[in-house]
């Protein structure tokens, strides 16, 4: 028997092999070959792994596929899988098919006709479904070597993007107005900054100062980190040193342990607690007066870091009484309190005890401000929050606060109505990052594109607005489904990040929820359960449902109003 | 907290347990499905009834043994029974050949998941004009019929294209999956 590969088959047998994959054997031909299968292990092993292969194809082209090809093709009318087009439809047809498949054609046979067909009328519909702003700076989410891990009062300047607790600093510079900051490096050294000041990042090992006033705690892990002056290099040799930069001229006071630095061309020294040294650009570096300079303080600072977030947790209890009153909140959960029976009150006012959810396998955790708030965590594959929530709705917003750890699944769950019955939402995240949104339309409809897909629906999905190294980050993310507007909106930290149309053939009105879960996809074992391992892996803080389309600034509202860290 | 009674907790802990072990197996197992089922919709039909019957039948698992040989029973039996519902106007194995292909297939799932990672190389190395098609050919809705029509060229330029493409692929998977275990 010859070895088992494609090339080693007799020619008809690889011809009945393309034509299976192609989808278009016919009779006869699935017959001999189904009998050469019977006679024939060899074939039988081509077989299997050209399906396989076949299979694996469609899945990867599915997964990364152009997302607006990927919307698109899941939002237009599209003609019946096996009709053929008639020839005198290829006027039409353009309509049908989307541009960015033109784009790809264009592409791959090298016509660029890419310009013209974009003054196509038929444009417009791809234009609309395509999120109008593009995705995050990607600056701002690559992956950093530090992190902000307290702002105390905090005011940047103008033209620099504010700076969030919790946000990872790459190579940068920063510039902090006034207020104070505290980094902690992955190396474990930790910077306070005291604003005004300007710092440059190099790695999780050195940075620059190049103005203002920073101090530095150094465990013995990162002994060896590197804080450069104007003119000099100071090697931190474990423990606590103070720089200051003010108009060029720098000052360094030891406050505990040593350091060594190097000023200009001058010998390396040695310096000791209590040890203090003024470092002028153009001169050599002298001795000087230690407590000339008041450094930020880290242990005042957590002082006041702590006393500031009790603040915060005060006012957003506030916004939390307030939210919970208003007449168009459906259900609104808090996660900080689950009773002994495992049940998670609304606290939606006045109290509907049956909106109460059922905790199942989530674990309570530190919410957004520890020691004071809780969170649930859906780490587990089983974790979940059970809802009922009975009525009929004419919008949808879902916001909540959420830290993701990891998007380890396909589709990670937020809000899913259990069923997806018509009016029903799903709501989740896929694991690029992209949050999703979708109503049925109407579940006894096929889908037009996935003969296995339960029903007429259509997915908003909103541009990435989560990376890996946002990990353990708290967001707020909001998503709107507004049939009066006929739109779906995405928002991530109170920013709009996409805007979709809801074309006519997907309009609903009528909005339902009844059995859902927060956090998992519910009642998985009544149609498709290994689809339904749709856990979070994360926690969620808050998480409100309205009867009403937020608009933009209203979203932008509810963010500034619970957010923590607020200036 | 007071104790949830203790029927809900191992109903809990075995549910937790049996979503653990397919979470962990069921691209395996997909891969299993696909290599004797030539319609991607099937696959996904019968994913969903395989593991309807698997919570089914859980109880019945023995701990001790390997949840991937167990999950393949199940599959090729559930495969089996849904192949007599199937619709008919996609193509199934008659029942002697889907039995015999299952079977041999239960044997394959590393040569499968050695085959993937395999495909991800050669994808790679693959120009990138050429990737670009594969993957246009292979996108959900697109018929290459309308493809060619749209860019002028005829369904049959395509399909060569398409096929000469594809078994550069199996050829490339093959050689290096092969050669592999020659070397081993």
């Known amino acids: 028997m010859k070895e088992p590969r494609f090339d080693n088959l007799r020619e008809e047998e690889r011809e009945w092999i393309d034509a299976l994959l192609n989808d278009e054997i016919d009779e006869p031909s699935f017959n001999e070959l189904q009998q050469r299968l019977l006679q024939r292990p060899e074939l039988r092993t081509v077989v299997r792994r050209s399906l396989a292969l076949h299979h694996e194809l469609q899945e990867r082209a599915a997964e990364t596929s152009d997302d607006s090809l990927h919307s698109w093709n899941e939002a237009a009318p599209h003609p019946e899988p096996d009709k053929i087009v008639p020839i005198s439809a290829t006027n039409d047809f353009r309509r049908f098919l989307p541009i960015a498949i033109a784009a790809s054609l264009a592409f791959v046979f090298g016509l660029l006709f890419m310009s013209a067909t974009n003054r196509d009328e038929t444009n417009g519909s791809l234009a609309q479904t395509r999120p109008q702003t593009p995705p995050e700076d990607p600056e701002a989410s690559a992956e950093g070597f530090a992190v902000v891990r307290n702002l105390f009062e905090a005011r940047w300047p103008a033209d620099q993007k504010a700076l969030g607790e919790g946000e990872s600093l790459g190579a940068e510079t920063l510039r902090l107005e006034a207020g104070v900051a505290e980094i902690q490096f992955y190396s474990g050294a930790t910077m306070v900054v005291e604003g005004p000041a300007e710092i440059a990042f190099k790695s999780a090992w050195e940075a620059t100062c190049l103005e203002g006033a920073v101090r530095m705690r150094v465990p013995p892990a990162a002994r060896g980190f590197r804080l450069h002056g104007p003119e000099t290099e100071i090697v931190d040799l474990g423990t606590e040193f103070g720089l200051q930069v003010r108009d060029g001229a720098a000052h360094v006071e030891v406050i505990d342990g040593e350091i060594s630095f190097k000023h200009r061309a001058e010998p390396e020294r040695l310096v000791r607690k209590g040890g203090a040294w003024t470092l002028p650009v153009d001169a050599n570096a002298q001795p000087g007066n230690q407590g000339q300079i008041a450094f930020p303080d880290a242990g005042n600072f957590s002082a006041l870091a702590a006393n500031r977030r009790r603040a915060d947790f005060e006012r957003w209890t506030r916004h939390r009484d307030t939210l919970a009153a208003k007449p168009d ?161 995405h928002h991530a930290n109170g920013k709009r990040v996409s805007v979709q149309e809801i074309e006519e053939d997907y309009l609903i009105d009528t909005l339902r929820i009844g059995n859902g879960e927060i956090g998992n996809w519910g009642e998985p074992f009544r149609e498709t359960p290994w689809f339904a391992i749709r856990n979070l892996n994360g926690r969620i803080d808050e998480l409100v449902i309205l009867d009403a389309a937020l608009s933009e600034s209203d979203i932008a509202q509810l963010y500034e109003d619970s957010r923590a860290g607020r200036p | 907290m007071s104790e949830p009674d203790s029927n809900t907790r191992d109903e809990d802990a075995r549910y937790e347990a049996f979503v653990r072990l397919f979470a962990h197996h069921e691209a395996e197992l997909r891969r299993f499905a696909g290599s004797f089922l030539p319609s991607w919709g099937d696959v996904d039909e019968l994913m969903q009834r395989a593991a309807l019957a698997m919570w089914r039948k859980f109880e019945q698992f023995d701990q001790d043994s390997q949840f991937i040989k167990w999950a393949c029973v199940v599959t090729r039996f559930e495969a089996l029974a849904y192949r007599r519902k199937m619709a008919r106007d996609r193509h199934v194995f008659r029942e002697d050949v889907l039995e015999l292909m299952a079977e041999e297939a239960a044997e394959e799932l590393e040569q499968r998941s050695a085959e993937r990672d395999a495909l991800e190389s050669c994808l790679l190395a693959m120009p990138e004009k050429q990737r670009t098609f594969v993957m246009l050919a292979y996108t959900p809705g697109v018929k290459i019929k309308e493809l060619a029509e749209e860019a002028g060229a005829t369904s049959a330029a395509f399909y060569m294209r398409l096929k000469r493409l594809r078994s550069q692929l199996l050829e490339c998977v093959e050689a290096k999956t092969l050669q592999a275990k020659e070397t081993r």
């Open chain 1, 329 to 489: 909140v459906i259900a609104y959960y808090t996660f900080d309190r689950v009773d002994p029976a495992a049940l998670l009150a609304s606290v939606a006012e006045p109290h509907n005890p049956e909106l109460d959810g059922a905790v199942v396998l989530a674990e309570t955790t530190a919410g957004r401000w520890p020691g004071m708030k809780q969170a649930l965590e859906f780490r587990r594959p089983g974790s979940r929050v059970r809802v009922r929530i009975p009525g009929e709705f004419s919008a949808f917003t879902f916001a909540a606060w959420v830290r993701i750890d990891s998007l380890d699944r396909r589709y990670n769950a937020l809000f899913m109505g259990d069923g997806y019955e018509t009016g029903e939402p799903h709501w989740q995240i896929r694991d690029d990052g992209k949050l999703m949104l979708s109503v049925m339309v109407d579940d006894t409809r096929p889908n037009p594109h996935h003969a296995q897909d339960a029903g007429f629906h259509r997915v908003y999905y909103s541009p990435p607005i989560w990376e890996q190294s946002m990990s353990g980050q708290w967001m707020h993310l909001t998503s709107v489904f507004d049939p009066q507007r006929r739109q779906v909106t």
